[in-house]
């Protein structure tokens, strides 16, 4: 169950909706409190200089309405254009964060909230010829600070939005939630493989192949792993039952496939699986709940295509290879996991995945296609030779193996490019001086 409950929490955050929807029901029970304080409290006790007329209190609410219209058309049609251009020149994986922004979604739901309180509040401004007259003293009162209070929403909006579009802060932001979801834990965990599942044995010995015969746990629709929730999987086997799990957070799930598997077969299946099944998180894109890969692909995705023939933009790949180091230095800080894990009686495996592969996932892309350009390739050694500093200097728990190897590697795309001789001699210099 808590996994379902973080997976819509994410869901509702990431929507455009929730957080408009939200204003506007406060926009709603506003216009009624100070409709009832303007009923409750009699005119001659209002200062001079808070009373209204009724044809005055129309027109400033009128006025405050039809421009906090256009106001909201205005943010709309930015925010379009900003996630179109999100969706080309950076990565489409991108697009969640710009649809999640906390500032543009409040902004949106301000001036949403306030339009609406401001026509609640006009449609009960009434003469003593329309019955029932009523003079919204503090209610126009309260609409001329929320209209002011909306102005500065919108331009505080665009500067958002417009800071945002640069590639520092689009990186930026990627490499803040990816260091969040890393500190969220104290170890690397296997279950999170940033190629989407690489297969591969344990450290310890064990295998990660279920043995013949063992109870599989089916999954109704396809789609990414957002989560896994091993504490309440393992809750829901018998004692002295193995749980395996072949899938990792960020691969992909087929439908009818298993997502578990369960040793000796339970004496009451259905138990098992309904319980092992809520603990797994599936849906339609990845997330960064867990999925410490999400934001290592992203900023693959921004390098790469920034790479490309078409943006010819070395300097951007530079940028991201740099933020890509601040993630794997984030991630030489944790030990990983054992694969086996025992609890209550109950045992977990899960595949093996190091500090290798996620230092792979982010470099390998970049050294295939930035092999062609020495300054890429030149930033790549630098980060890695800063990273490698690093964890001797500091005696961080990763290993330093993967990073001469990844080293290594540049360099022989480096030396089979198409690069002018100078420029593998000075890109080689790196390593050798």
């Known amino acids: 169950m808590r996994v379902r409950i973080r997976q819509l929490i994410d869901e509702l955050r990431h929507r455009l909706l929730v957080v408009p929807v939200a204003f506007v029901i406060g926009g709603i029970v506003l216009a009624q409190i100070t409709l009832w304080i303007d009923r409750t409290v009699d005119d001659d006790s209002i200062p001079q200089v808070l009373s209204t007329t009724v044809e005055s209190a129309r027109s400033i609410l009128t006025a405050i309405a039809g421009g906090l219209i256009t106001a909201i058309t205005l943010l709309l049609s930015m925010m379009l254009v900003a996630v179109q251009l999100a969706s080309s020149q950076f990565s ?27 026509l609640l509040v006009l449609r009960q401004t009434r003469t003593v010829t329309d019955g029932d007259p009523l003079t919204p003293n503090i209610s126009v009162l309260v609409a001329l600070v929320l209209g002011i209070g909306s102005l500065i929403a919108v331009v505080r909006s665009v500067d958002q939005l417009t ?10 932001n990627i490499l803040d939630e990816t260091v969040a979801t890393i500190e969220r834990r104290e170890r690397l965990m296997p279950i999170e493989d940033p190629a989407g599942g690489r297969p591969g044995g344990h450290q310890d010995g064990t295998e990660s192949a279920p043995p013949s015969g063992a109870h599989p746990v089916l999954i109704d629709s396809s789609g990414w792993v957002q989560q896994i929730d091993v504490d309440t999987a393992l809750v829901g086997i018998p004692e002295g039952s193995t749980l395996y799990l072949p899938l990792s957070v960020g691969a992909f799930a087929f439908p009818d496939a298993p997502i578990a598997w369960v040793w000796p077969v339970p004496m009451e299946p259905q138990m098992s699986e309904e319980s092992v099944g809520r603990a797994i998180a599936v849906g339609t894109e990845r997330t960064m709940q867990q999925d410490v890969g999400f934001g290592i692909v992203q900023m693959v995705d921004i ?89 001797e200097r500091r005696g961080l728990p990763g290993p330093t193996e993967p990073i001469d190897e990844v080293i290594g590697q540049i360099l022989q795309a480096v030396d089979a490019s198409e690069l002018a001789d100078f420029d593998k001699q000075r890109v080689a210099a790196l390593v050798t001086s």
């Open 163 to 172: 800071n945002r579009l640069r590639i520092g802060s689009v990186a930026s």
């Open 92 to 118: 489409p994986r991108t697009v969640r964060n710009w649809i999640g922004d906390r500032t543009q979604q409040g902004a949106i739901g301000f001036v949403l909230g306030t339009t609406v309180y401001c």
């Open 303 to 391: 390098a790469l295509r920034a790479l490309s023939p078409g943006v010819n933009d070395p300097n951007t790949a530079s940028d991201l290879v740099a933020h890509l180091g601040v993630t794997m230095l984030k991630l030489w800080e944790r030990p990983v996991a054992p694969t086996m894990q025992e609890m209550k009686g109950r045992t977990v495996v899960r595949r093996d995945l190091d500090h290798a592969d996620y230092l792979h996932a982010a470099f390998d892309p970049v050294r295939i296609y930035g092999a062609q350009d020495p300054g890429v390739a030149s930033t790549m050694i630098r980060t890695l030779q800063t990273l490698r500093a690093e964890v």
